[in-house]
């Protein structure tokens, strides 16, 4: 596969690479992590590779079909659009696609769906009507979803995808982290006062699934501490859960934070998130 103009992520490349001389490339990609621009900086490339007519090494990047997908110009490429303020995908679109998805390629061999940003984007609604899709995928079609989280997505969607992970440069928001440690020590705080004002401070959609990601992070770091392994973002915190969870109950509570993460994409108020995530943290800490 030619990588001209796609920088970085290496392993990435040698995974794309792999899968494409063995021709086992898949009908539903996944790119997740990195930044919103490199997402769609991968997901315009895969769509290239996938309509490229050249003999060569794909894609080309000059043949009429690559450079239509470029400009988002190519028939056999559709990028979905959305709906609302929000640009949601809704059920009518992802039925449009589903029909539009049986229709053989007009140009090329290769009809390519690109839905962005599912993870804000793509409520479990819509995610329910394309698994249909996907258990039985048309053949010659490609589906690209990109997101910063892909494990805001069901289960079953990521069961019948494959998931290529960007490197990820994002520094973290020191403010957003902050609130961040204030869960995840309210967590383990015997006042329950305290885990209910840090959960009440996820006020926009947001920044609240940017800091229940750093939630997952503190947690994670003292699953780690807890087997002998080192802290990569706060050595503090990371030995202080380490004194007071158990591996069941990290487990329990990452899975937890990230169901808050798909409950802020479907709209759901904040408020009760905040007091759903705050009532599920303490019956989980308080198990035996």
Not at 38 to 56: F, K, P, T, Y
Not at 155 to 162: D, E, G, N
Not at 254 to 268: G, H, L, P
Request: proline share 2%; glycine share 4%; aromatic share 6%.
């Amino acid at each position: 596969m030619n990588f001209i103009g796609f920088q970085g992520n290496e392993r990435l490349k040698e995974s794309l690479n792999s899968i494409e001389k063995q021709n086992r490339m898949p009908h539903v990609i996944i790119i997740n992590g990195g930044t919103e621009e490199s997402r769609q900086e991968l997901s315009i490339h895969l769509a290239m590779w996938a309509v490229c007519n050249s003999d060569g090494e794909k894609p080309c990047g000059e043949c009429k079909n690559c450079i239509n997908a470029k400009a988002k110009a190519h028939s056999d490429v559709y990028f979905a659009k959305g709906e609302g303020k929000t640009n949601i995908y809704n059920k009518d679109e992802i039925n449009r696609i589903i029909r539009d998805a049986s229709i053989k390629p007009n140009q090329a061999d290769t009809k390519v769906y690109v839905l962005s940003e599912c993870d804000r984007r793509f409520p479990v609604i819509s995610q329910n009507v394309f698994l249909k899709t996907l258990e039985e995928p048309p053949q010659d079609v490609l589906f690209i979803l990109t997101c910063e989280n892909s494990k805001v997505l069901l289960s079953t969607i990521l069961s019948r995808a494959t998931v290529f992970t960007l490197e990820s440069k994002t520094e973290i928001n020191q403010e957003l982290m902050d609130i961040a440690k204030e869960i995840t020590l309210g967590i383990i705080s015997k006042s329950e006062i305290q885990l209910l004002k840090a959960t009440y401070r996820l006020s926009d959609r947001e920044s609240s699934l940017e800091i229940l990601s750093y939630v997952v992070l503190l947690l994670r770091d003292g699953l780690c501490v807890s087997v002998g392994a080192g802290a990569d973002t706060d050595e503090d915190i990371a030995y202080r859960l380490s004194k007071k969870l158990r591996k069941t109950q990290y487990l329990k509570l990452i899975e937890i934070t990230e169901d808050a993460q798909r409950k802020i994409t479907q709209n759901v108020s904040l408020k009760l998130i905040g007091t759903w995530l705050c009532a599920e943290y303490r019956r989980i800490t308080w198990q035996r």
